[in-house]
């Protein structure tokens, strides 16, 4: 898979910030009015959001906006519930490039928020996914 990712200067000055103040690699991110969503490889989750979550508060202050941190995999199932955590997926099956994603709770507890995140994440990076639908 040959994921070329186009930045501009404001989206490489965020990484640049983002690798300096946590000290590791930055997959990807995304980016809205309120939120910024940082993308690093699972095994440097922890490292990334620093001891009592210190760093997330200091990118938080920086760009003053909402920070997440979303641990990458290479499995999507597994790349997949870390996007939706802490919400738990009762049910994931692949079909015709459609990702049919059942979680457990109520709707009125779900973000849509996180369901456009998982769409843009999974067929971003595994070419077998082309759509996912998710129902509680």
Excluded at 7 to 28: H, M, P
Excluded at 34 to 53: M, Q, R, W, Y
Excluded at 90 to 101: A, G, H, P, R
Aim: proline share 1%.
């Amino acid at each position: 898979m040959s994921n070329v990712i186009k930045l501009d200067s404001d989206q490489i000055q965020k990484l640049a910030i983002f690798e300096s103040i946590t000290r590791t690699s930055l997959k990807d991110f995304l980016e809205d009015e309120t939120e910024l969503t940082f993308i690093v490889n699972s095994k440097d989750l922890g490292k990334a959001i620093g001891k009592g979550a210190s760093n997330v508060k200091t990118l938080e202050n920086k760009f003053k906006k909402r920070v997440l941190m979303i641990g990458y995999e290479m499995d999507y199932k597994d790349f997949a519930r870390n996007i939706f955590k802490p919400i738990t997926i009762k049910n994931m099956s692949l079909q015709n490039n459609l990702l049919n994603i059942t979680i457990f709770g109520s709707q009125m507890a779900f973000p849509s928020k996180k369901v456009k995140k998982a769409k843009i994440l999974l067929t971003k990076y595994f070419d077998n996914i082309k759509d996912i639908m998710v129902k509680v």
